[in-house]
């Protein structure tokens, strides 16, 4: 997750975050069989995998770039991959749907964000729409971008640590070195953040998606969602709706899920309201990490 240093306020020019993977990956990835097999599902625990691994371990995610993967239905050759691998890295959270509806071996399964359960934001009201191959969710129920809480992030890449630590024994120490160097890198942009939080002082902002509740609740934003698509331009009905919460909610900034267009950014100056983009990092982005 790349925080181009700051929301830092909303007097100055406040940037919050995009961030990159370096290559996409398949259903099954073969080219290690040798290798303990983890599958992960969802870029961020792919990503603390592959740091704390290294080369000890074959890391897939599956999911395609195009679809969100809390709400993507794997193949079936892609569930017979899960289902076949040495670990599983699962977000919890109600984030994966379609493990619901399948076996998958329980031994091998870690729920990386059961250590904070209690501390689950759980939203009312049913909120459902259709965007992407995925079709029609809804995003009422458990809020599920946990990892956007950079403490709760810690405690995830904590789970994949023992996990991994159990799986292949040898490699503990170098696995413990790794962590610790994530850990101390979240903890940077958690504190980060946190003074972003201070500095924007409570001013309303509105994001494009209900996916923000564990950033907003952490850092302190005062943020109240829409159901916007970045590549969908608002139509009136939309621009209604938002006038609406601005009513109440005088946000001078929208915090996008991914580059919005042209169009839609136009709209929103033109009522007195600027675009940042903060992408969570749910999926396999473009270029760099989940750092950087």
Same mark, same amino acid.
């Given at each position: 997750m790349k925080v181009h240093h700051t929301i830092l306020s909303i007097i100055g020019t406040l940037t919050l975050a995009s961030c990159g993977d370096p290559g996409k990956e398949t259903a099954r990835q073969s080219e290690h069989p040798d290798k303990?097999?983890?599958?992960?599902?969802?870029?961020?625990?792919?990503w603390f995998a592959d740091k704390m691994a290294?080369?000890?371990?074959?890391?897939?995610?599956?999911?395609p770039p195009d679809e969100d993967p809390a709400f993507w239905k794997p193949a079936d050759d892609v569930v017979a991959a899960f289902q076949e691998a040495d670990l599983i890295?699962?977000?919890?959270?109600?984030?994966?749907?379609?493990?619901?509806k399948v076996t998958l071996p329980s031994s091998k399964i870690v729920d990386t964000s059961a250590g904070f359960a209690p501390n689950f934001i759980v939203t009312q009201g049913e909120v459902t729409h259709s965007h992407g191959p995925g079709g029609a969710h809804s995003h009422s129920g458990t809020a599920f971008t946990t990892w956007l809480d950079l403490q709760q992030g810690i405690q995830q890449a904590a789970a994949v640590r023992d996990a991994l630590q159990k799986l292949i024994p040898a490699q503990k120490d170098q696995i413990t070195e790794r962590f610790n160097e994530i850990k101390a890198t979240l903890e940077s942009l958690d504190q980060r953040l946190l003074?972003? +939080?201070?500095? #924007?002082?409570?001013?309303?902002?509105v994001a494009s998606h209900p996916i923000y509740q564990y950033l907003a609740r952490r850092y302190g934003i005062n943020l109240k969602p829409m159901l916007w698509e970045p590549e969908v331009v608002p139509d009136d009905k939309a621009m209604t709706d938002l006038q609406t919460l601005i009513a109440t909610h005088p946000a001078k900034w929208?915090?996008?899920?991914?580059?919005?267009?042209?169009?839609?950014?136009?709209?929103?100056?033109?009522?007195?309201?600027?675009?940042?983009?903060?992408?969570?990092?749910?999926?396999?982005?473009?270029? +760099?990490?989940? #750092?950087?």
């Open positions: 303990p097999q983890v599958y992960a599902t969802n870029y961020p625990l792919k290294g080369s000890a371990a074959n890391v897939v995610y599956p999911a890295l699962m977000n919890g959270a109600t984030y994966s749907k379609w493990a619901d003074a972003v +939080g201070k500095r #924007i002082n409570n001013a309303p902002i929208m915090i996008w899920e991914g580059e919005p267009a042209a169009e839609s950014v136009a709209k929103l100056k033109a009522i007195g309201i600027e675009s940042v983009v903060f992408d969570p990092c749910g999926n396999t982005p473009d270029s +760099g990490d989940f #750092i950087s």
